[in-house]
């Protein structure tokens, strides 16, 4: 990949994450998507200076011009998040022809629709149903269109990988009575699955549950707060990690074709 697509794609991706983060922020607040972008604590319209991706929270210092008040990491670091990831993508699944272009924007799309999820998981501890059944509602498209050829029907194991491995899940949210595991992460490695096989879920599913219990051990360590059992973690962004580590950099934790062989002989 040359210099120039990378830049164009980083930028790219950072001005769509800009609107990444006023799509989570506005979302069930009532406000809706259009309309100026306002300072949230004094309500200054934004000029365009104070709007450009990255930039401007560096030039601003991260503050509001005219009421000083601090401004959200989240609006660089989802920028940044989602230009990285475009690059990503596009490096991934490079539009070439006709049918490889279709999959480049499934992907593109799903980058957008999970950054948006994570960005929600994080701050508020739920995975909103009308983003996560688009995200689903994709992974299904993606089964039969674009990749090798336009048009092809999934192999059973492919149909399967969703269910299969969002069945866990499930049943952790059920035992645990709705504790350990929200529905929501269920239905989210549900569009996983789909979007990766059996072999390539099971590794994302493997690869996000040690990255949480590093990233867990080390907060509690740096923090010496004392463990809560109550505490929630918001496991999707994990899970969507353990997604684009396994989807772009073809990370096995666990042989995929004896997983996929071992559990394809009980069905
Ligand atoms: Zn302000």
């Known amino acids: 990949m040359e210099i ?30 259009g309309g100026r972008s306002k300072c949230m604590s004094c309500g200054k319209t934004l000029t365009w200076k104070e709007l450009v991706p990255l930039f401007s929270f560096l030039w601003q210092k991260g503050s509001c011009k005219k009421c000083q008040s601090k401004i959200s990491w989240q609006y660089p670091l989802v920028e940044f998040v989602a230009g990285t990831l475009f690059v990503l993508v596009f490096f991934t699944f490079p539009p070439t022809t006709l049918t490889t272009s279709i999959t480049t924007l499934i992907y ?18 739920i995975i909103p149903d009308q983003f996560v059944y688009t995200f689903i509602s994709l992974s299904v498209v993606n089964l039969f269109i674009g990749g090798v050829s336009l048009w092809h029907v999934p192999s059973i194991s492919a149909i399967v990988a969703g269910p299969l491995i969002a069945l866990p899940f499930v049943l952790l949210w059920w035992i645990s009575k ?58 999707g ?15 096995q934790v666990l042989d995929v074709q004896m997983v996929r062989e071992l559990l394809m002989s009980y069905l």
């Open 4 to 33: 120039f697509p990378i830049i164009f794609s980083f930028i790219f991706g950072t001005i769509i994450g800009s609107f990444l983060n006023v799509v989570s922020l506005r979302f069930n607040t009532g406000t809706g998507i």
């Open 108 to 125: 593109l799309f799903a980058t957008c629709l999970l950054l948006v999820i994570s960005a929600y998981d994080i701050k508020h501890k």
């Open 178 to 235: 709705y504790r350990w595991m929200g529905l929501g992460d269920a239905k989210l490695v549900l569009g996983i699955g789909w979007f990766l096989g059996i072999g390539g879920g099971v590794n994302a599913v493997v690869l996000s549950f040690w990255i949480a219990a590093v990233i867990s051990v080390a907060w509690l360590l740096i923090t010496y707060r004392k463990f809560k059992a109550r505490t929630e973690v918001p496991f």
């Open 237 to 251: 962004p994990y899970l969507i990690l353990g997604m684009y580590l396994v989807l772009v950099f073809h990370i």
